[in-house]
């Protein structure tokens, strides 16, 4: 083999790793798309929100499975003969061998409902992404019926955004419509792990390559002029130079890649705290009303509404430090005023009041969400931050540690869920 042949194929290596590498960077945006997306339950979605919901399939008109004959939503056919063929090699030999060939393919699609506790949110099949379903097959013979397919009732899980008319989950802009059997955790966790091995073998491809194209470059340039023998294309010392050279281009590139992780990680941590403070500052906007309604039905605690006024006005004037360290006192400050109001009936029972408390239940889901998925984002920087040998380059380019927003509104004991169930 020419040593420019060698050379030709590590190129082919360094472009698979790039591609690799490509793909990660889109798994990685697709994903941290979806982790933004809250798990909440049907009832509680609103206009235009991304979420992932979970609940029973239901269909008034399922399509069936080709050959099968399930009832399904869903499913994708395949037809496929085993054949035997003869095949002449480069030596002149005939052989034969035989293999799975798809004869014929189909598809079926059902508008179909995503049913949970009484709510549905409905789903248009020909817009959706469906992951990791059930499948089936039989051979008859030299034919074999596969299909993969999502049946009547089962459980899945689905993320996309609520249409205007709050009906149903569509793509829209960014956000995917993908309806999967796993749970949301699951699907993430695994989306995860898909990335982490495609970044792993990114680097191997990349330092084979870069190898492979040293040795071809470097026997190229030894031989150059000279006759070529193949029994001279191995040469010690010169690939324990390419080896040397390929080593310290991957890790030329592999510091190029991290700072562009960091620099990635770092910006998603600020958006994700950007969300965090939209659904502060809109709860911050419902405590005047709540306070004002309080007012009219007991007077015992005007110190606390004055508290609670005083939190507001700091936390819409301070900046992203200062509302991290209020979040505790605001918590605080809400459980204190329901625990008040549970000495009031009329009060919970007025419509204004409840009315409140539905929008402010919806926004604590939201942020209790958004407060998770900035401290995964905080957290997956932070790493990238510590772990070596990227720690080298996250000093060197003066990347400073985030703080974890770390309140939680479990731990400050929120009686939220109680006012739901107001008559």
């Known amino acids: 083999m020419n040593p420019i ?113 009484g709510h549905i949110l409905e789903i248009e099949a020909k817009q959706a992404s469906f992951q990791h379903e059930p499948t089936l097959s039989e051979t008859l013979g030299s034919w074999r019926h596969s299909c ?88 010690p010392i010169t690939g324990i130079w390419a080896a040397l050279i390929g080593f310290l281009a991957t890790v030329m590139f592999w510091a190029l890649r991290v700072f562009n992780s960091l620099v990635t990680f770092r910006i998603r941590a600020d958006e994700r705290w950007s969300t965090i403070d939209v659904q502060l500052k809109q709860r911050y906007d419902l405590i005047p009303p709540l306070v004002t309604v309080v007012q009219a039905y007991q007077k015992h605690e005007q110190a606390l509404l004055e508290r609670l006024t005083l939190i507001r006005s700091k936390a819409m004037t301070g900046s992203r430090t200062d509302r991290v360290w209020i979040e505790t006192e605001t918590i605080a400050g809400l459980a204190r005023l329901f625990a008040v109001v549970e000495d009031y009936p009329d009060l919970k029972a007025n419509e204004h009041f409840r009315r409140l408390m539905d929008e402010l239940t919806v926004l604590e889901e939201k942020i209790a969400h958004a407060r998770t998925v900035f401290n995964e984002a905080v957290t997956e920087y932070n790493e990238q931050t510590m772990r070596f040998p990227a720690n080298l380059i996250a000093r060197l380019c003066r990347f400073d540690r985030y703080p974890l927003f770390a309140a939680s509104l479990e731990e400050q004991h929120l009686p939220q869920v109680q006012f739901q169930s107001v008559p």
Not at 14 to 29: F, K, Q, S
Not at 35 to 63: K, M, Q, T
Not at 155 to 180: F, N
Not at 207 to 224: E, M, N, P
């Open 5 to 117: 042949w060698i050379a030709a194929i590590g190129l082919a290596f360094v472009l698979i790793a790039w591609g690799l590498w490509a793909a990660v960077r889109c798994w990685d945006r697709t994903n941290a798309i979806l982790a933004a997306a809250p798990s909440l339950p049907i009832r509680l979605v609103n206009v235009h929100d991304d979420v992932w919901v979970r609940g029973e399939v239901e269909c008034d008109h399922p399509v069936r499975v080709r050959h099968f004959q399930r009832p399904c939503v869903h499913y994708s056919y395949r037809l496929e003969e085993y054949v035997t063929r003869t095949r002449t090699t480069s030596d002149g030999k005939t052989e034969t061998y035989s293999q799975w060939e798809t004869r014929e393919t189909d598809q079926g699609h059902a508008r179909f409902r995503v049913y949970e506790d």
């Open 148 to 235: 993969s397919y999502t049946p009547v009732g089962i459980q899945v899980s689905a993320v996309g955004v609520v249409d205007e008319d709050k009906q149903s989950l569509i793509p829209y802009q960014h956000v995917p419509l993908i309806v999967t059997t796993k749970r949301r955790a699951k699907y993430l966790a695994d989306a995860e792990a898909q990335e982490r091995w495609g970044m792993r073998f990114g680097l191997v491809f990349l330092f084979i390559g870069f190898v492979l194209i040293a040795y071809g470059l470097l026997r190229y340039l030894q031989i150059r002029g000279e006759a070529f023998h193949p029994e001279l294309l191995w040469d």
